[in-house]
């Protein structure tokens, strides 16, 4: 089936350590995102691509890095410069046109201790 | 993107209709209202979408005002599963590049 795959489910890092989440899709769709959710909050754009190795920052990018060298895979590092990086983590593709929206995946919830 | 403003939460018994009500006033022709809804700990699901007509699903029904400014997402017979919280989302995605802005949405609770 098609879909998009994160992975881990969960993970646990200490402070000061970069930590990097999977993000595959098989749905060849053009454009994947990353999203951040804090609790009881909406969600908050950290990047997105359109194409294969070109991204844009989201509106809040600042402590992350993305790379898109494959048309399926989107992986996020949050750095050790992400004051709060404690968080579910969601990747999404969509077409790149067209109104039929977007995929997410099932998540990533990070924990930084 | 045009803003919009949703109802913090709402109730709704099993077995009727949720209506969600959605106001998006600053709407450009070229937008699109699109509904999401979040059960706890998932990703996000697409339900429907609309641009001026009134849409239908096997989720759900879309109702869009004819000035355009608000609209309604409708789950005919609600069911305990669909207890989520529910984004109104508006966007360009129909003729340009789809990055969506999702708020704190609805909190839809179905109880017995």
Partial sequence: ?113 | DAKTTQPTSMDCAEGRAANLPCNHSTISGNEYVYWYRQIHSQGPQYIIHGLKNNETNEMASLIITEDRKSSTLILPHATLRDTAVYYCIVNAGGTSYGKLTFGQGTILTVHP
């Fill in chain 1, 1 to 113: 089936d098609g879909g998009i795959t994160q992975s881990p489910k969960y993970l646990f890092r200490k402070e000061g350590q970069n930590v990097t989440l999977s993000c595959e899709q098989n749905l060849n769709h053009d454009a994947m995102y990353w999203y951040r959710q804090d609790p009881g909050q909406g969600l908050r754009l950290i990047y997105y691509s359109q194409i294969v190795n070109d991204f844009q920052k989201g509106d809040i990018a600042e402590g992350y890095s993305v790379s898109r060298e494959k048309k399926e895979s989107f992986p996020l590092t949050v750095t050790s410069a992400q004051k709060n990086p404690t968080a579910f983590y969601l990747c999404a593709s969509s077409i790149q046109k067209g109104a039929y929206g977007y995929t997410f995946g099932s998540g990533t919830r990070l924990t930084v201790v």
